[in-house]
T-cell receptor, first 111, second 113 residues
C-alpha cells in the first residue's frame, strides 16, 4: 500500500465556517506534511510533523491549525479563512531515505 | 535558503527526447527530486538522486551533479500524455528528524504531434 488518502476531494466554505481536512497513510511513515498550491505555482510547504510532533511551521496564519492524532492521521483545521486561501491543499508522507508520496489533494474554495 | 531554477516552458514533438534542466543553490542538500503534475492533479513522483550520476526508470532518467548544483530530467519516446508540468525539488534536512522539499517553479512541457 503506497497510498496517501485525503478527504474531502472538494470543499466550499464561507469565511465564518469551521471545517477540517483529513489525511491518512498506512505505510508506517513517521513524517507527514501539509502543502498549499495555488494555480500555476509550485507547492508551498505549510507544516511538517515528525513522529507526531510539529517540527516545522512555515509562518502559516493561525486560521490554519494542524493536528496529528496518531502516526497515520493528519488533520488541518480551518477557521475564518479568506478568499485568497482558496487553493489545492496537499498532504504528503515520507519514509527516511525514500520518496515523498502525495495524496490527491483537497480543492478548497472560500466564498 | 534555497534557489531553484528551471525553464518555464518547453515544447517537444511526440516520439522525440526532451531534457529539462534544473539548477539549484542550497545548504544542507539531501537529494533532488522530480515530480510530474497534470493540471488539477497532485504531483506524482518520477525520480530522485542523492548521489552524482544517472538514474534510469523506463522512459525517464534523471542526472545529478552535486558539485555543479545541476540536475536534468530526460524523457524519451515522448507521448502526448507526457504534456504536464515537471517540478524539480531539493530536499534538505531541517533538524529534529525532519526533511523538507523546496520546489522550483516548474516547467510546463507541451508535446505536439
Amino acid at each position: 500500500d503506497t497510498e496517501v488518502t485525503q478527504t474531502p476531494k472538494h470543499l466550499v466554505m464561507g469565511m465564518t465556517n469551521k471545517k477540517s481536512l483529513k489525511c491518512e497513510q498506512h505505510m508506517g511513515h513517521r513524517a507527514m506534511y501539509w502543502y498549499k498550491q495555488k494555480a500555476k505555482k509550485p507547492p508551498e510547504l505549510m507544516f511538517v510533523y515528525s513522529y507526531e510532533k510539529l517540527s516545522i511551521n512555515e509562518s502559516v496564519p493561525s486560521r490554519f491549525s494542524p493536528e496529528c492524532p496518531n502516526s497515520s492521521l493528519l488533520n488541518l483545521h480551518l477557521h475564518a479563512l479568506q478568499p485568497e486561501d482558496s487553493a489545492l491543499y496537499l498532504c504528503a508522507s515520507w519514509a527516511p531515505g525514500g520518496e515523498q508520496y502525495f495524496g490527491p489533494g483537497t480543492r478548497l474554495t472560500v466564498t | 535558503g534555497q534557489n531553484i531554477d528551471q525553464p518555464t516552458e518547453m515544447t517537444a514533438t511526440e516520439g522525440a527526447i526532451v531534457q529539462i534542466n534544473c539548477t539549484y543553490q542550497t545548504s544542507g542538500f539531501n537529494g533532488l527530486f522530480w515530480y510530474q503534475q497534470h493540471a488539477g492533479e497532485a504531483p506524482t513522483f518520477l525520480s530522485y538522486n542523492v548521489l552524482d550520476g544517472l538514474e534510469e526508470k523506463g522512459r525517464f532518467s534523471s542526472f545529478l551533479s552535486r558539485s555543479k548544483g545541476y540536475s536534468y530530467l530526460l524523457l524519451k519516446e515522448l507521448q502526448m500524455k507526457d504534456s504536464a508540468s515537471y517540478l524539480c525539488a531539493v530536499r534538505v534536512y531541517s533538524g529534529a528528524g525532519s526533511y523538507q522539499l523546496t520546489f522550483g517553479k516548474g516547467t510546463k512541457l507541451s508535446v505536439i504531434p
